[in-house]
C-alpha cells in the first residue's frame, strides 16, 4: 500500500471513528439493550428558566417545579389530534407508575395565548382525569419559554378563516432540580416510555 494511500485510509478511519463516538453511525454502535437516545445530542439546550401564568390567573415560574421531575409538553386547547392524544397518554403512563405518579409533575403550556385563557385551559385538563400543571402567558413569555425548551410553534392560517398551530410535538422529561434528562417519542411503544418515566421518577 503506498503511502498517499495509507494516509487516505487512515484519515477515513479516524473521521469514521468520530462519527461513531458522535452517534453518527448507528450500525457499529448499536445495542439492542442499551439503544441510543437521540435527545442526548440537544440536552444543553432544553430547559431554562420561566414566568408563565397558571390556571387561577396566578403567576407561575419554574422554581415552583423543583423538588420533583416533570414532563414538559407544549400545545393548544383547539388540537385535533396530537395534544389530546399526548396528554392522554401522559395520563396513562402516570396511572401506570403506581406509587410512584405523585411524584412525577405533567405540564402543560400553550402556544395559542389569544384562544387558551387560563380558565378555558384549565377546562380543557379536566378531560384528562390526571393532575396537569395548565400554564399560558402573553406572547412574550411563550416565546421565551419556547425557545428555552427549543420549541418550535407557528400560527398558520386555514382556508375561510381562522386558525391553527403548527408545534413541536415532544415530551420533553426535566430532573429535579430542572434538568433536561430525555424525550418521550410519540411512535414509542408503552414499554420504553413507561422505562424513561420509572427512570426519571427514581432517579
Excluded at 24 to 46: F, Q
Excluded at 47 to 64: I, S
Amino acid at each position: 500500500m503506498t503511502g498517499p494511500v495509507r494516509r487516505g485510509l487512515k484519515r477515513g478511519l479516524l473521521v469514521s471513528a468520530a462519527l461513531i463516538a458522535a452517534g453518527g453511525i448507528g450500525w457499529a454502535v448499536y445495542r439492542p439493550e442499551a439503544p441510543v437516545d437521540p435527545a442526548a445530542s440537544y440536552a444543553a439546550a432544553v430547559g431554562g428558566p420561566f414566568t408563565l401564568t397558571d390556571v387561577n390567573g396566578r403567576p407561575f415560574g419554574n422554581d415552583q417545579l423543583r423538588g420533583k421531575p416533570f414532563a414538559i409538553f407544549f400545545g393548544f386547547t383547539r388540537c385535533p389530534d396530537v395534544c389530546p392524544t399526548t396528554l392522554s397518554r401522559m395520563a396513562q403512563l402516570r396511572a401506570r407508575l403506581g406509587s410512584d405518579a405523585d411524584t412525577l409533575n405533567i405540564v402543560f403550556v400553550s402556544v395559542d395565548p389569544e384562544s387558551d385563557t387560563p380558565a378555558q385551559i384549565g377546562r380543557y385538563l379536566t378531560l384528562f382525569d390526571t393532575p396537569i400543571i395548565g400554564l399560558t402567558g402573553t406572547p412574550a413569555q411563550i416565546a421565551a419559554t419556547a425557545r428555552a425548551y427549543a420549541v418550535y410553534y407557528q400560527r398558520v392560517p386555514l382556508e375561510g378563516g381562522g386558525y391553527t398551530m403548527d408545534h413541536t410535538a415532544t415530551v420533553f422529561l426535566m430532573g429535579r432540580a430542572g434538568e433536561f434528562v430525555t424525550t418521550l417519542d410519540a411512535h414509542e411503544s408503552e414499554g420504553p416510555s413507561l422505562d424513561k418515566l420509572r427512570r426519571l421518577v427514581r432517579g
